[in-house]
């Protein structure tokens, strides 16, 4: 399917607004970052045996650290998008290093509340006790009991925990930085999807044997799909055009089918992309392919569409 999108009518801008302060953004996730990591102090001094920095899953994914990460990272997310300061490359690297300081500033500040010493009454050093804590990594057995240290491949599991908990950290910025934004309010577009349609038939079995069947099967499901792209292409011209009572029309006809569709092998999905200040923004088409857990997507056409035409179809 090829859709074209087509440039909309000129629009009158809004007045830019002044841009937030990238600090404001920072701050949130500096919060969030301490009262997760709090939590997770907390938890480990309760005397529970559950330590969620250690949990990993299948011994090498470190679920509990990609958690906190996530947890952690939240104040970024909800400043960005409550101040309206889009999330870019900048600001992730920046968001990655900071997350970084915060995990080794929690592990050092877990360090000096310890106040090791030496047998002779010298102080240990951080380096010395991350170094300990490193080696010292062992897993739980079965009957509750500590297996024997990794030794130095205790390192692996301590950079598998950095790994997770930056990992964590990046994903909500990540989703930040992909989300649709509009410039001239500055801030971020909201997405809604407007209808289903199929584009395939239901799936049925035919026999190996049966070439006829097969034949006529795979020409059902090529005119479906070139009776949901041409729905889509009629779509696409009435928002271009502006046409949105017509627009609006179909989309009240299709309703019925959408439920149906919504079981189908491939279905084409339609989004409405726009800025709820100024009411500019988008249409969007998905090729939606699979079903449950196996579910693909994959953008075949994107049109600009006026305010007049979201207030309109709104």
């Not at 990794?150 to 598998?160: E, H, N, S």
């Not at 309010?185 to 997405?191: E, I, K, V």
């Not at 149906?260 to 726009?274: D, F, G």
Request: hydrophobic share 45%; proline share 4%; aromatic share 10%.
């Amino acid at each position: 399917m090829n859709i074209t999108p087509e440039a909309a009518p000129a629009t009158s801008a809004p007045a830019r607004r002044s841009s937030p302060s990238y600090s404001l953004v920072l701050y949130s996730g500096l919060a969030t970052s301490a009262l997760a990591l709090l939590g997770v102090y907390l938890l480990d001094v309760s005397g529970s045996d559950f330590s969620i920095m250690g949990w990993y899953a299948d011994y090498v994914l470190p679920i509990g650290a990609l958690i906190v990460g996530v947890v952690a990272s939240s104040g970024y997310g909800i400043a960005s998008w409550v101040t309206g300061v889009k999330i870019n490359r900048s600001l992730l690297w920046s968001v990655l290093a900071i997350q970084l300081l915060v995990y080794f500033a929690a592990q050092y500040i877990e360090f000096s509340h310890l106040k090791l010493i030496h047998k002779d009454g010298r102080p240990v050093g951080f380096f010395e006790y991350y170094d300990f804590i490193a080696r010292s990594f062992a897993w739980k057995q079965d009957n509750g009991s500590m297996g024997q240290p990794l030794g130095a491949w205790g390192y692996c599991f301590r950079l598998l925990e950095i790994a997770g908990f930056a990992g964590g950290s990046l994903i909500v910025p990540a989703i930040l930085l992909k989300a649709p934004y509009c410039q001239a309010c500055q801030r971020y577009m909201g997405t809604r999807q407007l209808s289903l349609l199929a584009a395939s038939v239901p799936a049925r079995k035919i026999k190996k044997s049966d070439a006829e069947g097969l034949a006529a099967y795979q020409a059902e499901q090529e005119k479906a799909f070139t009776r949901g792209k041409d729905i889509a292409a009629m779509l696409q011209n009435m928002a271009t055009a502006g046409e949105a009572a017509g627009f609006r029309q179909t989309l009240s006809e299709l309703e019925a089918k959408k439920k149906e569709a919504a079981k189908l092998l491939l279905r084409i999905s339609v989004h409405l992309i726009s800025c709820k200040e100024c009411q500019a923004g988008s249409l969007l088409f998905k090729l939606v392919a699979g079903q449950g857990n196996r579910i693909k997507m994959t953008e075949i056409g994107r049109s600009p569409v006026t305010a007049d035409f979201v207030r309109g179809i709104r």
